[in-house]
């Protein structure tokens, strides 16, 4: 039960995998994505993802005209989807700057041209964002990349999964259990989702992807046995854009990291032994020898 990117092992006992999901949180500004691959590294995040689109392929018909407000005056939904899109050359300075701090990069590529893109730049995985599940020929294009798939459940049924599955093969799978609302609440997380996914597809990793408010689900889902959390991060929540009320600080990130990294200390193997430690307390205590 694991997958590789780049250089780590994602699970089979590994430590959690912890993507943080810049997404469009960057706005558009190189400078803004690059503190923000900072912000993952000073927090001990293993990955940073972004998000790859055609505006015209992936912008759907019926959105590409509605007005939209932006810091930058108000344009069309599809205007605004050109106008966060990175090009090749601000990808390879952000993938330079990701590769100078130790972190993994890739994305959620949106539609076929996008995979292509990504692969010219040779990223070492692919994320599939919920939206896409159902988009079987883009499924296709990122099987036969070869590389791992990571695959969001967000906003789908079994059925749906258990058909993107059929096409993408388990063999370099990664499973996100995910629910797809901004920020999510508590009650809709069902993380027991975890363990379910797990038995449903045997020798299939499962992670969580998370867009609550706070640390506590996240950590939940470790507590479960998610080998990969992918959290949203920002600067600033109060930024303008759609994400960064569901996504974390730079504090709030490292205490996710630091949180996590206790709660694998603390799962221990399950083997039931009396600790050194535990001898003072016994010679004190224990009125009646075994």
Do not use: C
């Amino acid at each position: 039960m694991t997958v590789t990117i780049g250089s780590r092992v994602i699970g089979g006992g590994r430590p959690a995998y912890v993507i943080a999901e810049i997404g469009l949180n960057h706005n558009g500004d190189v400078e803004l994505a690059k503190r923000l691959i900072d912000v993952a590294a000073d927090a001990g995040a293993d990955a940073v993802k972004f998000q790859k689109r055609t505006p015209e392929i992936a912008t759907p018909e019926h959105m590409r005209d509605i007005p939209r407000e932006t810091p930058w005056g108000t344009m069309t939904y599809l205007e605004y989807r050109y106008r966060v899109e990175f090009d090749r050359d601000q990808y390879i300075e952000i993938s330079d700057h990701a590769m100078l701090r130790g972190l993994e990069w890739f994305a959620s590529p949106w539609d076929e041209p996008s995979v292509a893109f990504l692969e010219d730049l040779g990223v070492h995985a692919h994320k599939v964002a919920s939206a896409s599940l159902t988009d079987h020929g883009l499924l296709r294009a990122l099987r036969d990349t070869g590389k791992t798939v990571i695959l969001s459940t967000g906003m789908s049924t079994m059925d749906e999964i258990d058909a993107a599955i059929d096409v993408l093969g388990t063999e370099r799978l990664l499973l996100m259990h995910a629910t797809s609302t901004y920020p999510m609440e508590p009650g809709e997380a069902n993380l027991r989702m975890i363990p379910a996914l797990r038995e449903r597809f045997p020798g299939v990793p499962v992670g969580y992807s998370g867009h609550e408010r706070g640390l506590q689900i996240s950590l939940a889902a470790v507590a479960l046995g998610a080998v990969a959390v992918e959290r949203h991060i920002t600067l600033d929540r109060t930024m303008w854009g759609s994400d960064h009320a569901a996504s974390l600080e730079p504090t709030g990130l490292q205490h996710l990291v630091r949180d996590i990294r206790v709660i694998e200390s603390a799962l221990g193997d399950g083997v039931k032994r009396v600790y050194q430690s535990e001898l003072a307390p016994m010679a004190k205590l224990r009125r009646v020898p075994a």
